[in-house]
């Protein structure tokens, strides 16, 4: 089992995280409840490294975004939507994890590894258990959403 855990923006929390087990620290850069700035996420990071993946989370960012969190941040991974891939700049497209949700079209090719979800990020929304159930079949896959 891997688990990230999202949404952090204190030291605590992120603390408490890394002690219970967290093998990822998703900060959400994305508008959200739970977003923090770029600097937030780099300075929240610097207790992660070492311990834990650090994992931007996106959705449909700006090229000029994404260029701000890797060279400010240098997250593992970037999370952004699978359909927000081919517009990313090379060094982000190699180190993305794509967000599939259940109401899109799953194409016949997969990543060797994706993020399931509900059809929408950030509401505590269960993806759907069927389909989950054959993605894993196909490739690694993380869910998200209302776990």
Same mark, same amino acid.
């Given at each position: 089992m891997f688990v990230k855990?999202? !949404?952090?923006? +204190? %030291? %605590? *929390?992120?603390? @408490? $995280?890394? %002690? @219970? !087990? /967290? +093998? $990822?620290?998703g900060f959400v850069i994305a508008p959200s409840v739970r977003q923090? *700035?770029?600097?937030? /996420?780099a300075r929240l990071a610097e207790s992660v490294r070492g311990k834990a993946w650090c994992i931007a989370v996106t959705r449909q960012p700006p090229v000029t975004v994404v260029d701000e969190i890797f060279d400010a941040f240098a997250p593992d991974l970037l999370q952004t939507d699978q359909g927000d891939v081919s517009s990313l700049p090379p060094r982000a497209q190699e180190r993305v994890l794509a967000v599939y949700r259940e109401h899109e079209l799953i194409p016949d090719r997969l990543p060797a590894c994706l993020l399931f979800e509900g059809s929408q990020s950030g509401v505590g929304q269960t993806a759907n258990w069927t389909l989950a159930k054959k993605l894993v079949a196909r490739t690694r896959l993380l869910l998200a959403g209302g776990l």
């Open positions: 855990i999202c !949404g952090l923006r +204190d %030291e %605590e *929390s992120v603390a @408490a $995280a890394l %002690e @219970a !087990g /967290a +093998d $990822a620290i923090v *700035s770029v600097a937030q /996420a």
